[in-house]
């Protein structure tokens, strides 16, 4: 590889991803966004694996090792350079195929009446959410077939999780979002748990490349609900895929001077209420001005918006949220 292709494959694969894709777990956050946590190198029994999501660099106060993804992968491993390129790229080819598998399920959305009928039964009825959000249909036993007629091989489904031990799809019957580094699955049927994402980190704040730059930012709990709240108009928006946020994501948050307009469920047990003011704690001493968002009783943004609220209910909200 050149130079160049090495530097490329570098940029591309945050560390943080990679860590959270093995399992790694941040405990304590520090200052500038950084983290801390028990090292995967060695038997830590308290966290001193410190991780800069913004210079892509790891450092060990137990056992001394420090650098960036390609050196982490080598001690991970146990690699040498070359064999640890070669395993970064290996892991690295997993992206173009999670997004073929994207692809085939868009087109199956509109070839599929049961996945445009969910999706309007769940509050999201316009074309333009759709194809922003690049969403798609599994309908499920069709995946594979195609992906195999397409030349990749069988191995590399199911290491992605795209296929089970089995050979058969793992998406069946879902309305499928995909993500950065993975694929998130919505049951569209009763009798199924509800949210599957693929093995691996759910990655970094969805599309947070369309928000990162304004000064005022959205933060809902699920797709739907930020399918519905970017359907009303509002484009400063973002979400967590639940209420706790992983260090990606935290440290994305924190990147830069801003307000954060926490928008979570307000569930009957108060877990999301509880979920928001957690987070407003650990954002305050980052230098993030918080916000939270009281909607009403029992709902969230998405049955909010399906019960007959409107853009300009949703702003009279966000404009009467609190410290």
Same mark, same amino acid.
């Given at each position: ?29 520090? !200052? =500038?966004?950084?983290?801390?946590? #028990? ?5 830590? *029994?308290?966290? +001193?694996?410190?991780?800069? $999501? @913004? ?116 998406? !069946? =019957?879902?309305?499928?979002?995909? #993500? ?5 699955? *919505?049951?569209? +049927?009763?009798?199924?748990? $509800? @949210? ?128």
């Amino acid at each position: 590889m050149t130079r160049q292709a090495v530097d490329d494959l570098k940029r591309q694969t945050p560390l943080m991803a990679y860590l959270q894709a093995h399992d790694w777990r941040p405990q304590r956050p520090l !200052s =500038r966004g950084r983290w801390m946590g #028990l090292c995967p190198l060695h038997q830590d *029994r308290k966290p +001193s694996f410190l991780v800069d $999501p @913004h210079s892509d660099l790891f450092y060990c106060y137990g056992c001394g090792s420090g650098g960036d993804i390609f050196r982490f992968v080598q001690l991970y491993h146990q690699l040498n350079f070359p064999q640890a390129l070669a395993a970064l790229l290996n892991w690295h080819e997993h992206l173009p195929l999670l997004g073929a598998a994207a692809d085939f399920y868009r087109i199956q959305l509109h070839r599929r009446t049961e996945g445009l009928a969910y999706l309007y039964q769940r509050g999201i009825r316009t074309p333009e959410v759709i194809e922003h959000m690049r969403l798609g249909y599994a309908p499920g036993a069709c995946l594979r077939r195609a992906l195999l007629g397409a030349g990749y091989p069988l191995m590399s489904l199911q290491q992605t999780g795209l296929v089970n031990a089995a050979g058969y799809d793992s998406f !069946s =019957r879902r309305i499928v979002v995909p #993500l950065e580094c993975n694929l998130y699955g *919505r049951s569209i +049927s009763a009798s199924a748990p $509800p @949210h599957r994402f693929l093995p691996g980190s759910k990655g970094g704040l969805y599309l947070w490349e369309h928000a990162r730059h304004a000064a005022e930012v959205i933060l809902v709990e699920g797709l739907f609900d930020y399918a519905v709240v970017w359907q009303a108009g509002f484009r400063n928006l973002t979400c967590a895929m639940g209420t706790q946020l992983n260090a990606h994501q935290f440290g994305q948050l924190c990147s830069g001077p801003r307000i954060v307009y926490i928008v979570f469920d307000t569930d009957v047990n108060g877990a999301g209420p509880c979920a928001a003011r957690r987070l407003a704690q650990q954002l305050v001493p980052h230098g993030i001005a918080v916000r939270l968002v009281t909607l009403p009783q029992n709902h969230d943004p998405n049955s909010f918006f399906i019960a007959g609220g409107d853009a300009h209910q949703f702003r009279a909200l966000l404009e009467s949220a609190t410290p």
